[in-house]
């Protein structure tokens, strides 16, 4: 599926946009005009790439386009690269990361969110991503190590399990502070058995909520 008329030119815009932020690059330029955003939103909504978070199913949210594209930039994927994805949403980050590294694991404890990005992950044509239907509170152990971890929710702490899960060198990218009011997005890097931390921008988010959801 590829952007047409109006969505073609708020793309143009767009890419403008982040090469003005030094969010470019070739690979990650190509993958932003590779996935549709529109592609993964709801009906109605006439801004494609605007920098609104925007409501999806299950009560949640989607960010921004500029604050998704800059999540992926912050992670640094490399080809090849083994990534898991705590809270898969619509699926756009994960259709971003799917067109930059190797094998995308993406959990979510919404079963609904989960079929839509399926289905959205096939028509750009993303077969190299799993989605699982988990909480991520303990990551995803059966498929690691990783060299890439995001975390789309906030610890007051990042509990051990995602760093023992994590390939040497690897990096995560996840909010760190209180459930409530602002935390510090981070970038932590894998060094032997500790992790190097860069602070990134503050940002609001949620605590992974426990447990699958019964109903949706």
């Not at 640094?76 to 705590?86: F, K, S």
């Not at 619509?90 to 969110?113: E, H, I, M, P």
């Not at 509990?159 to 502070?177: D, M, S, Y």
């Amino acid at each position: 599926m590829s952007v047409t008329g109006l969505d073609r030119e708020e793309l143009a815009a767009f890419l403008l946009k982040l090469r003005a932020a030094h969010m470019t690059g070739t690979r990650l330029t190509e993958a932003v005009e590779a996935v549709p955003r529109r592609l993964f939103l709801r009906g109605g909504i006439e801004e494609a790439y605007g920098d609104a978070s925007l409501p999806i199913d299950c009560g949640e949210t989607m960010p921004g386009a500029s604050f998704a594209v800059s999540l992926v930039h912050a992670l640094g994927v490399e080809a090849g690269n083994r990534i898991l994805e705590i809270g898969t949403g619509s699926g756009y980050v994960t259709a971003l990361l799917a067109r930059l590294g190797g094998r995308v694991v993406s959990l979510d404890r919404y079963r609904k969110l989960l079929k839509a990005a399926d289905e959205r992950l096939k028509a750009c044509g993303i077969a190299n991503v799993s989605l699982i239907h988990e909480d991520g509170r303990e990551g995803y152990p059966d498929a690691a190590p990783y060299d890439r971890i995001i975390v789309h929710a906030a610890f007051e702490t990042l509990p051990r399990t995602f760093l023992e899960q994590l390939a040497q060198h690897g990096q995560i990218v996840c909010a760190i502070g209180p459930g409530s009011g602002a935390q510090t997005l981070v970038r932590l890097q894998k060094v032997g058995s500790r992790l190097e931390r860069e602070d990134l921008r503050h940002v609001y988010y949620q605590p992974l909520a426990p447990g699958v959801a019964k109903m949706l």
